[in-house]
């Protein structure tokens, strides 16, 4: 399948105008080659109620959007791609907030929801290991606090950017439980 991804919200908004859309957009990624049943392998299905698939050969029902983030949401999937361009189209990244007043959901929990599964989502299980030039460092986020750095409403985050030219390339962030060598 060739892509050609939106390149302006207005390609976005009218490649993805309806649920429909989005959903014959994931058939064409998860079934490049036509469908094929999860449970028996099947090549063949039809379609039944609300987007469900059911295989010709073993009557395993599934959706386009099982195993995927999009699974048991109730949210439309035109959302879910309007939400997916935010993250990436933004250059200093998406907040929920943004993601919330934009999109204009009612709740916030909903946006920060789909946000971490979003990013969830995006990380790479396997990747490769940073090489060459490693920059490390340590930061406390959390609440602000009198008590510095030692604070217990703090976590100690360790990142490690690679150098890619003049700029900075991959990184990788995780939670130490301390600032010890060792960690």
């Known amino acids: ?40 392998g ?5 379609l039944a109620d609300r987007g469900r698939l059911v295989c010709t050969s073993c009557r395993h029902q599934t959706t386009v959007t099982a195993g995927t983030v999009f699974q048991d949401s109730r949210l439309p999937l035109r959302s879910w791609f309007r939400a997916v361009w ?13 993601i919330q007043r934009v999109l204009g959901f009612g709740s916030y929990q909903t946006a920060w929801t ?9 990380v790479r299980p396997g ?9 490390v460092d340590e930061t ?15 976590t100690l985050i360790i990142i490690a950017a690679q150098e890619d030219g003049k700029g900075i390339g991959r990184i990788r962030m995780a939670r130490i439980p301390d600032a010890s060598a060792e960690c």
């Not at 099947?42 to 039809?46: E, I, N, R």
């Not at 990747?127 to 920059?135: A, I």
């Open 42 to 46: 099947g090549k063949k299905a039809w």
């Open 127 to 135: 990747r490769d290991k940073l090489t060459g030039q490693v920059e």
């Open 114 to 122: 789909l946000l971490h599964k979003l990013r969830r989502a995006m």
């Open 1 to 40: 399948m060739h892509e050609s991804f939106p390149k302006t919200v207005l390609d976005l908004e009218e490649r993805f105008a309806t649920d429909e859309a989005c959903r014959e957009y994931l058939m064409q990624l998860r079934w490049a080659e036509g469908f094929c049943c999860p449970r028996c």
């Open 140 to 154: 406390h986020v959390g609440r602000p606090s009198r008590k510095g750095r030692g604070s217990p409403t703090k």
């Open 86 to 98: 935010q993250v990436t189209s933004q250059k200093n990244g998406a907040s929920a907030l943004g």
